[in-house]
């Protein structure tokens, strides 16, 4: 199992960035994928997650609204796209795996996942 997160980057607030996790190594239809961040400081968080076999896909309170998770099969990547960022998005965002069926409920516990991508910066600044 292999994951790579990239995307990552420096904007201002309101901006966009779309971080993208290839994977491989697996059936990406068949398994869960979470994004997490972690800034300076304080302990890594989850941001998204997405249920494959069903669709189903679960968000922080904190990006509801403003982030969005997707699934290409045909690439083998999952997709963050996140919009109207603040300062406060500043951290490491990660991906991760794990074989979570449908009706799992929210995943968005860094304790859930056994399969990690390295880490891509996002800096949110004025």
């Known amino acids: 199992v292999q994951l790579q997160a990239s995307g990552g980057g420096s904007v201002q607030p309101g901006g966009s960035l779309r971080l993208s996790c290839a994977t491989s190594g697996f059936t990406l239809d068949q398994w869960s994928i979470g994004w997490f961040r972690q800034a300076p400081g304080k302990e890594r968080e989850g941001v998204a997650d997405i249920i494959n076999r069903d669709g189903a896909t679960h968000y922080a309170r904190s990006v509801k609204g403003r982030f969005s998770i997707s699934t290409d099969v045909s690439k083998n990547t999952v997709y963050l796209q996140m919009n109207n960022l603040k300062p406060e998005d500043t951290a490491v965002y990660y991906c991760?795996?794990?074989?979570?069926?449908?009706?799992?409920?929210?995943?968005?516990?860094?304790?859930?996942?056994?399969?990690w991508g390295q880490g891509t910066q996002v800096t949110v600044s004025s």
């Open positions: 991760a795996a794990d074989r979570w069926p449908p009706g799992s409920g929210e995943l968005l516990l860094p304790r859930l996942f056994a399969h």
